[in-house]
């Protein structure tokens, strides 16, 4: 009895990594490197990965390889409708899409990082997009300036990871810089960064605030960085009063 309770831990802590790393690989996992990846016992991945099945939250294809389930997809779409926050940004977003035709997506921080947690695209075949649940360090983002516009500097720095300050060219961010374009982004309302992530984008961002103030959320465009001035500021236009739209139900 004594050691029941600590086996069930880890148990379900099993059952999370395989979720997480299905969901980092975003395809279908050959077990053998499911059990790499996730370091537990054979025996133990093998027995959850056929309950799971049993439950429909997994499922496993002709060759073997195992993958998120129908189940999953049922509880997701449950959540959507249930978080009034992701049904009307959805909703709104669609809408945006259509008039603007370009990438709009909807992003929130997850621990210490950004993550996309809705994306809408357009009909064109070249698109700039983020993944869906992807973890992205703060610091490559417009987003994440504004998610951290409430934060004291001292809570950002013990936030941000040491190795998040390289961006994705190689070049290592200034603190004092990144701590001062979180203040600016605070001040503007929004937040436009240039190359930050990929060299050709330009990434534009509205907070989406609670009724306390605090940025919660933020929408935003992904678009080329020859995006004509006029249309970058039409377009940050509409990015804030959405966002402000989506504050009035937060």
């Known amino acids: 009895m004594p050691d029941e309770k600590p ?9 999370i990594d395989i979720f997480r790393q299905l969901h980092i690989a975003r395809q279908p996992m050959a077990m053998r490197d499911l059990i790499d990846a996730t370091g537990a016992p054979r025996s133990s991945v093998y027995e959850l990965v056929n309950l799971l099945s049993e439950a429909g939250l997994l499922e496993l294809d002709a060759d ?13 779409a449950d959540y959507m409708a249930h978080n009034d926050l992701i049904r009307r940004s959805h909703q709104l977003m669609v809408e945006i899409v259509a008039r603007h035709g370009e990438t709009v997506q909807l992003c929130m921080l997850e621990g210490n990082k950004y993550t996309v947690v809705l994306s809408e695209s357009n009909a064109h075949p070249f698109k700039i997009t983020s993944d869906i649940g992807v973890r992205v360090p703060i610091t490559w983002t417009a987003t994440g300036r504004l998610l951290l516009s409430n934060w004291s500097d001292s809570a950002i720095l013990d936030l941000i990871p040491e190795e ?17 374009d979180i203040h600016r982004a605070g001040q503007q309302g929004y937040c436009l960064t240039e190359g930050l992530s990929e060299s050709f984008t330009c990434c534009m961002a509205a907070p989406i605030r609670s009724r306390s103030g605090q940025a919660v959320a933020a929408i935003c465009f992904m ?27 937060t």
């Open 7 to 15: 086996s069930r831990a880890r148990g379900v802590d099993r059952v």
């Open 64 to 76: 073997g390889a195992v993958f998120f389930g129908r189940e999953m997809h049922y509880y997701g």
């Open 164 to 180: 998040d300050y390289r961006l994705a060219n190689g070049q290592v961010l200034d603190k004092q810089t990144f701590l001062e």
């Open 223 to 249: 678009v080329s960085r020859d995006t004509p001035e006029e249309r970058r500021q039409m377009l940050l236009k509409e990015l804030i009063v959405s966002g402000q739209k989506l504050s009035d139900f």
